[in-house]
């Protein structure tokens, strides 16, 4: 697991607070960012967010903690299989949620997918792939991007906390698809990373308060 730091000094940082002073706001405001990427156990991630979507952050915590006590600590596929439907649905989950969960542990266990390849796949590429398994769709596609792969130019537009900080800073009701990529162009090639900083002021509370640009 590779540890990160995102400070003034990152040409990432610096590209993005030339290109947008809203931005370039925040970012002071939030300071350096250091990160690890997640990609020890890519499988238990998805499954994670399987188990997360439709849920509060808190709740999917909850929900996924009871899944690594009925692992014994660790979420694996070869653990997984050793599991009854039963059991996975005793943690909170639903019936559909176990499917998801069935179907890409018997893609995983089989080979039919390994995830250590998409290191070497294009965004695109990697996207496609997510999609076509059951109980992925564009939200968690686009989270794997970010956080397992670490990819620095993805726009998740489709997130909840990333529509509450993009509110915040703009001032906008406009949660339109069409909206946030015309506006966020500016940011490419890090729109991962400009995502990160409004993740991380929204974690801080800056949200709470009302977004000035000069104050």
Known sequence: MSTIVL????????HLCKKDKRLAKVIKMVGPITYEVESKNPYAF????????????KAGA???????????GEVLPE??????????KSIGTSSSKVSFIRSLTDKVIS?????ETFEHLDDEEVY????????????????????????????????????QSYEWIYKTKDRSKESITKRC???KPY?????????????MGFTKSEFHLYK
């Not at 653990?79 to 996975?88: G, H, W």
């Not at 076509?132 to 906390?161: C, H, N």
């Open 7 to 14: 400070d003034e000094t990152s040409p990432a940082i610096q």
């Open 46 to 57: 998805l499954v994670h967010e399987i188990i997360e979507q439709m849920l509060s952050v």
């Open 62 to 72: 909850k929900i996924y903690g009871r899944l690594k006590d009925l692992c014994n």
């Open 79 to 88: 653990k997984i299989a050793q599991l009854t439907n039963e059991q996975i």
């Open 111 to 115: 080979g039919e997918l390994n995830l």
């Open 128 to 163: 496609k792939k997510l999609l076509s398994l059951r109980g992925i769709g564009s939200w968690t596609a686009k989270m794997y991007l970010i956080f397992v792969l670490d990819r620095q130019d993805i726009l998740p537009y489709e997130d909840v906390a990333f529509l």
């Open 185 to 187: 162009k500016k940011w």
């Open 191 to 203: 729109s991962s990373i400009a995502s990160r900083y409004l993740y991380r002021a929204l974690d």
